[in-house]
């Protein structure tokens, strides 16, 4: 792996107690150039995660409340009208940044919620027909609260879809905890960050995860498996053919992560739940029942493991 990509990941841990495994996942979909939406309940590092992440990249950062009154126009930006010079003038939005945290973003109305969809997936603005590339890396996280419905508007399977992942902060052992009070008590580890990546270092990181090596065997492992969540009872919708893409994406960065330049099966496993599990669409006794993440784990137990043959 990079010498600066082990550094931020240290740089990260001294910051966030307990959250490896999370922070292992966002970084793999970051370098596939994907978005991440954190589920999970307030107080658990969401926003302390994104702002960790930006101060060690030394990206700009933005970060959107999202509120049942937030227009599209907050998001993207707009032309206003300049008395002085008889003209209209572009005020960009905070989109324009790389590091997008979107805070409570099932807070928002479907439709200031789609202004994000442009932007995640062409990376690109759309303003009063006129298009603005927007800077690289750009990475958005979204945040949601998983209990509180009341005010919310449940993202749209075309938004949920434009997530390369869906992860949880997880819980935390009464060990961690301790260490992060006496950290938290000590002084403020977020104030002593220092960008340990530019933007451009992180960019051909990117190119070298994209040539991580993905053996047919595994092609054909992953297309089964994508191909699984479309054929289960009581399942509306399956992932996507984009998801097909993302898995494999996501797999090859989670093994340059790991310092492979190749892919295994392993990467595939602990992928699969958080790339595909978020796009499914189960039939109402189907979501009682059982949930997205165990249907998935149930696919992985179903289809075969390509495995390596020695008596050639």
């Not at 307030?42 to 509120?67: E, V, Y």
């Not at 997936?121 to 979204?142: C, H, N, W, Y």
Request: charged letters at 20%; one cysteine or more; glycine letters at 6%.
């Amino acid at each position: 792996m990079n010498a600066k990509l082990q550094e931020l990941k240290n740089q990260m841990a001294s910051v966030l107690v307990g959250r490896e495994e999370v922070t292992q996942l966002m970084l793999a979909a970051l370098l596939a150039g994907g978005h991440v939406l954190l589920e999970d309940m307030p107080g658990t590092g969401k926003t302390m995660l994104a702002k960790t992440l930006a101060a060690s990249l030394g990206a700009a950062f933005s970060r959107i409340q999202f509120t049942p009154d937030l227009l599209p126009s907050d998001i993207t930006g707009l032309h206003y009208y300049q008395p002085a010079s008889a003209t209209f003038a572009l005020r960009k939005g905070p989109v324009f940044s790389q590091i997008l945290l979107a805070d409570e973003i099932n807070r928002a109305t479907p439709r200031t919620q789609s202004a994000l969809l442009e932007c995640m997936e062409e990376r690109q603005v759309s303003i009063d027909g006129e298009t603005f590339k927007l800077p690289a890396p750009f990475f958005v996280m979204g945040t949601q609260n998983p209990v509180e419905t009341a005010g919310t508007f449940p993202l749209p399977e075309a938004q949920l879809d434009r997530f390369a992942m869906k992860l949880s902060m997880g819980g935390i052992s009464p060990e961690e905890e301790l260490l992060m009070l006496n950290r938290f008590e000590e002084h403020a580890p977020l104030a002593q960050l220092r960008p340990v990546m530019s933007a451009e270092e992180l960019c051909a990181c990117m190119g070298e995860a994209e040539r991580v090596y993905l053996h047919p065997e595994l092609k054909t492992y992953l297309v089964a498996l994508c191909q699984g969540t479309r054929k289960v009872s009581g399942v509306l919708a399956g992932a996507s053919p984009r998801a097909t893409l993302v898995l494999a994406r996501c797999a090859k960065s989670y093994a340059y992560l790991q310092g492979r330049d190749y892919v295994v099966p392993e990467d595939l496993g602990v992928l699969a739940v958080p790339v595909l599990a978020h796009r499914l669409v189960l039939r109402a006794e189907v979501n009682r029942a059982s949930s997205p993440e165990q249907i998935i784990r149930s696919i992985l137990g179903q289809t075969a493991v390509p495995t390596e043959d020695w008596s050639r």
